[in-house]
């Protein structure tokens, strides 16, 4: 990454990855969208959601900005709220997917997110690196699952101890869900109800870091980093599209530079 050309206020996440592994986290910071997809201060945002109603030429120039920061070009996936995770060394587009994984150097896994949970992933040995996008539809799915699967295979070992970085996402005094998000997350978390507390009517406040690190000790990764950044209350910072509806999107990415 060019150290010139990351804007101050974009996340480098605090984690004890491998030599080699790196990783960026972008803000609404350092681009030229306007209101509503502007800084929050009436400077030009850093909007690089494609389908968020932002001037597409804005986009796309946000789009090189962050590319100028990068080793290559971002892998972006077409994402569903699922669980399919993309391998990114493959040189055809990828398919929808909610995941990517890559062992190539200087392949750049990417994910696109606006209050759902950007999940980061290395191997221990800096071997293969990916990316999780875990909204609560994710989640239930098994996508922080299948990513650790998926990585696993990759290097041909099953045990390969792995650590995790969590990123900004809505936070757990401001996600309001109703009654299926806890039943749905019920069906493959057994403890998922420590995650959600009781507003009456069916109604509950959802934790999805807290549900993140259950899946992540399902999939046996104990090394867990980051989380507690709330998009939601954090204007100044980040987009939330629960907040504000008609919003920007951040990129969370990772890659080896070896």
Known sequence: ????????????????????????ITTRAGGVSAAPFDDATGNGGLNLGLKSGDALDNVQANRQRLRAALPGEPRWLRQVHGAQVANVDDDEAPPPADAAITRQSRRVCVVSIADCLPVLFADGEGRAVGVAHAGWRGLAAGVIQNTAAAMRHSLADGDAPLLAYLGPAIGPTCFEVGAEVLLAMGEGLPRAEDAFRPLGGDKYLC??????????????VDRVFGGGDCTYSDAARFYSYRRDRITGRHAALIWIDR
């Open 1 to 24: 990454m060019s150290a010139d050309s990351a804007h101050p206020q974009w996340i480098v996440p605090d984690w004890p990855a491998p030599a080699g592994v790196r990783a960026l």
């Open 207 to 220: 934790d999805l870091f807290a549900l993140a690190r259950q899946a992540l000790a399902q999939a046996g």
